[in-house]
């Protein structure tokens, strides 16, 4: 039986305002409450084109919590699942649905025969890393992300770019 009545459901493109509303939450959480550029629109048509899969927690129907994940790529290892965010409404922590999301991605991975699913977690976000870590999820310390953003990509000095306009 799923933890305390929650139940699971996948998004689809008229949660959009749910899955905004959650990742505005968790960018208020992370500490970064100006970053979120996405917007219903997008999420909604990024939905629909299968760019990621959602996951959602309800309780009583209303809307408590999500998984949001899509597909990558390792050479190493093959196809893999990146969890790019869980989160939880604060009032509705404690009850076991970030859990209970978390494996559903994790089925999910199994479902698919995956080698790897993998996640981010901020340094600072003891709760979560002491949560992942009782689950048996390796936290790799060794290796560090590297981003470029929208002003960093489109202001690129690109060397080679009359070779990269031929490209196919």
């Excluded at 698919?112 to 993998?118: D, F, I, S």
């Excluded at 929208?150 to 196919?168: A, G, R, S």
Aim: proline letters at 3%; a negative charge; hydrophobic letters at 40%.
């Amino acid at each position: 039986m799923e933890p305390a009545g929650i139940e699971l459901r996948r998004a689809t493109e008229a949660d959009a305002s749910h899955i905004l509303h959650l990742i505005e939450l968790l960018a208020i959480y992370e500490r970064e409450p100006d970053a979120v550029e996405v917007s219903e629109d997008d999420l909604s048509s990024h939905l629909r084109g299968g760019k990621f899969d959602v996951i959602l927690a309800e309780l009583e129907g209303n809307v408590i919590g999500m998984a949001l994940y899509y597909w990558r790529y390792s050479t190493w290892k093959g196809p893999f699942i990146h969890l790019e965010d869980l989160i939880v409404k604060e009032e509705h922590r404690g009850k076991r649905a970030g859990g209970l999301l978390l494996e559903a991605v994790i089925y999910e991975a199994k479902k698919a025969g995956c080698k790897r699913l993998g996640w981010e977690v901020l340094d600072w976000n003891t709760p979560a890393v002491e949560f992942y870590e009782k689950i048996g999820a390796t936290i790799e310390k060794e290796w560090w992300q590297c981003r470029m953003y929208k002003d960093d990509i489109q202001n690129y000095p690109f060397v080679n770019l009359e070779t990269l306009k031929h490209l196919k």
